[in-house]
């Protein structure tokens, strides 16, 4: 089991850059999330979904984050274009319908600049 | 909306020195609380889940108990490898799949 994978490790842009984060799950697990960490905010869910269908996209912080899951091996999180309030970790994680704990992936870390 | 407060927000022990780390919750029924140790620069790792007041779980050192507006992680005789940042959160019935986690407690235990 390779757990939760996500790349790049370290993303380093300049504002107005679009940037992609990608995510792949742990196989069988059909729920998948997209959090990100501040010093500030701590953990905030973006959105998740769950067969690869969003269910609840409520903490997208406006319209230059977009979130796809084409199948259920692959996610991305986009941001575009980027600014430098966008900075901080990025998590995915993973989790099956009866397990209640998630899996997190080991995040990307964004400095935009 | 679902809140967690965590204290304190930092904590520094003796090794051998035994404490407990707090988690204040609010939630429109409450699904479960979970447990998380996130070590720098890594994701969060699961520890427990505790699903109603009164239920205890436990993992080497560490005891987690819950009530029904807080839940504590005791850390028995600590040892400089649970240094760590201990984060709790709350799953709850309007929530569905959300996790709502507190901002953590960052443990650090000198030998």
């Known amino acids: 089991d390779a757990g939760v994978i996500q790349s790049p490790r370290h993303e380093v842009t300049e504002m107005g850059q679009e940037v992609t984060l990608r995510c792949k799950p742990i196989?069988?697990?059909?729920?998948l999330f997209w959090y990100r960490q501040t010093m500030m905010r701590g953990l905030e869910l973006l959105i998740y979904f769950n067969n690869n269908v969003p269910i609840d996209d409520s903490g997208m912080p406006e319209d230059r984050f977009s979130a796809k899951m084409p199948n259920a091996s692959f996610s991305t999180l986009k941001i575009q274009p980027s600014e430098p309030r966008d900075s901080a970790v990025y998590f995915c994680?993973?989790?099956?319908?009866?397990?209640?704990?998630?899996?997190f992936g080991s995040g990307t870390r964004l400095t935009v600049v | 909306e679902d809140q967690v407060t965590q204290s304190p927000e930092a904590l520094r022990l003796q090794e051998g020195e035994s404490s407990s780390l707090n988690c204040s919750y609010t939630?429109?029924?409450?699904?479960?609380l979970f447990w998380y140790r996130q070590d720098p620069g890594k994701g969060p790792e699961f520890l427990f889940t505790l699903y109603s007041a009164g239920e205890e779980k436990e993992k080497e050192r560490l005891k987690a108990t819950l009530t029904k507006k807080e839940s504590f992680l005791h850390i028995t005789a600590p040892k400089p490898e649970d240094s760590a940042t201990y984060l709790c959160a709350v799953q709850g019935v309007q929530g569905a799949q959300k996790l709502v986690f507190g901002q953590g407690t960052r443990l650090t235990i000198n030998p």
């Open positions: 994680a993973s989790k099956t319908g009866a397990s209640r704990g998630y899996t």
């Open positions: 939630v429109s029924g409450l699904r479960g």
């Open positions: 196989s069988g697990h059909d729920y």
